[in-house]
């Protein structure tokens, strides 16, 4: 984990601008919570100030994020949109031509970004964007 902890350097809360009052608030308001927390971590102006695990979780342990990615998926969509890389109306044909299979349907070809991304076109096998662009879709007004 030490190559991993350079990326983000830690440095005290207050360094930061950040009560460390504030924080233990945070953690009495998580702990009292009817949730179940696995970690936490706070970044102020690029420094971690503030970071933890709930047992049995830990820095070392893998941790699984499943629907988690989705929101990094969403960020990075938002970055792209704002530098002018992407649109959400961009093809995914268009946007990934590496990942196309030969011989999908015209309509998988009519697939945009803003379809993927707000899950408009679920696929009835498979995540991966080959095997999506290859799937049956469900009929939608929009994609049809």
Do not use: N
């Not at 990326?7 to 998580?30: H, K, M, N, W």
């Not at 498979?126 to 799937?135: A, C, I, Q, W």
């Amino acid at each position: 984990m030490a190559s991993q902890r350079a990326l983000l350097p830690r440095s005290a809360p207050a360094a930061s601008g950040v009560s460390s009052r504030s924080i233990a608030a945070l953690l009495d308001r998580l702990e009292a919570a009817p949730i179940e927390c696995h970690s936490l971590m706070v970044v102020r102006r690029g420094h971690v100030v503030a970071e933890g695990w709930w047992a049995p979780y830990s820095a070392e342990r893998l941790h699984l994020l499943y629907s988690l990615t989705k929101s990094f998926t969403s960020v990075a969509v938002g970055l792209a949109i704002a530098d002018g890389l992407l649109s959400l109306d961009d093809r995914v044909v268009d946007v990934l031509p590496g990942h196309v299979p030969d011989g999908i349907t015209e309509q998988a070809r009519r697939i945009t970004v803003h379809h993927l991304h707000t899950w408009s076109t679920v696929p009835l096998t498979g995540p991966r964007l080959e095997l999506h662009l290859r799937s049956p879709l469900m009929t939608r007004p929009d994609v049809a």
